[in-house]
């Protein structure tokens, strides 16, 4: 079992900043993978950022070069640097951590207002 906790969500002007984070607890040993994924209204659940065990990062199209995904091992904690948002890049983010199984956080709301 994986739990895990995001914070960091909010409001924001375009062109401003946010960083996310996702705490992870449990079974760690057995994570392959931790990612960020979002959810905008009427739209389907897509990858923004994922991080291997290895290090290997990948990014959807439209975040490359605003966001980085980052990871701090001694914390068991992964981030979401989001950089230049726009408009667009309104939707509930979820972290995610792939084991054998697949877990989700409870989303957290980023609102990116012209």
């Known amino acids: 079992q994986v739990q895990l906790v995001e914070s960091g969500g909010g409001s924001v002007q375009a062109g401003g900043s946010l960083r996310l984070s996702c705490a992870a607890s449990?079974?760690?040993?057995?994570?392959?993978?931790m990612g960020w994924y979002r959810q905008a209204p009427g739209k389907q659940r897509e990858l923004v950022a994922e991080?291997?065990?290895?290090?290997?990062?990948d990014y959807a199209d439209s975040v490359k070069d605003r966001f980085t995904i980052s990871r701090d091992n001694a914390k068991n904690t992964v981030y979401l640097q989001m950089n230049s948002l726009k408009t667009e890049d309104t939707a509930v983010y979820y972290c995610n951590a792939q084991t054998n199984l697949v877990y989700w956080g409870q989303g957290t709301q980023v609102t990116v207002s012209s």
């Open positions: 449990g079974s760690m040993f057995r994570i392959n993978a």
């Open positions: 991080v291997t065990r290895g290090g290997t990062t």
